[in-house]
């Protein structure tokens, strides 16, 4: 999770919602109509480090989630954040522009290292999301290790 102060959170809050563009648009809405990279070049004016840039993305992907929490939309937005990992690592073409915002925001930032925030920021994700129903199937049908 993001390490930054909760009083340093609004800094970015504001820019997050307008990338988000309202309270029902959903990953599928930002694929299709694109993201306000208006509000993107203003978060990567804003972002002074690692922690903030982790929390600027977990943000939006979070949201994304919470929106309708189903999780074929959380496979994929794993899948989008693989392929910011992957664009930041190799380059190449971006296949919506939902990954092209992130991407974007990694990229254009002043931080180092901008392919291992995404990395640990997918591992959360998945840590938050996934290991919880994991244990629970592990309970229920035994572990095999």
């Known amino acids: 999770m993001p390490y930054i102060l ?16 309202d309270d029902t648009a959903t990953r599928k809405t930002l694929v299709e109509q694109g993201v306000d ?5 203003r978060l990567t004016e804003k972002i ?3 922690g903030d840039l982790n929390y600027v993305i977990s943000k939006i992907v979070w949201t994304l989630f ?12 794993m899948n989008d954040l693989d392929e910011v990992y992957d664009l930041l690592l190799h380059g190449g073409v971006h296949s919506n522009s939902l990954v092209f915002g992130l991407y974007y925001l ?10 291992g ?10 840590r938050r999301l ?8 592990i309970e229920r049908n035994g572990d095999i290790i």
């Open 6 to 21: 909760e009083s340093d959170r609004p800094l970015f809050d504001e820019d997050i919602k307008l990338v988000l563009k």
């Open 37 to 41: 990279i208006n509000a993107i070049g």
């Open 48 to 50: 002074r480090n690692n």
């Open 66 to 77: 919470l929106r309708n929490k189903r999780y074929a939309e959380a496979d994929e937005l």
């Open 106 to 115: 990694c990229h254009k930032s002043v931080c180092k290292r901008t392919a």
């Open 117 to 126: 925030t995404v990395s640990c920021i997918k591992m959360e994700f998945y």
């Open 130 to 137: 996934v290991a919880p129903y994991e244990d629970t199937a």
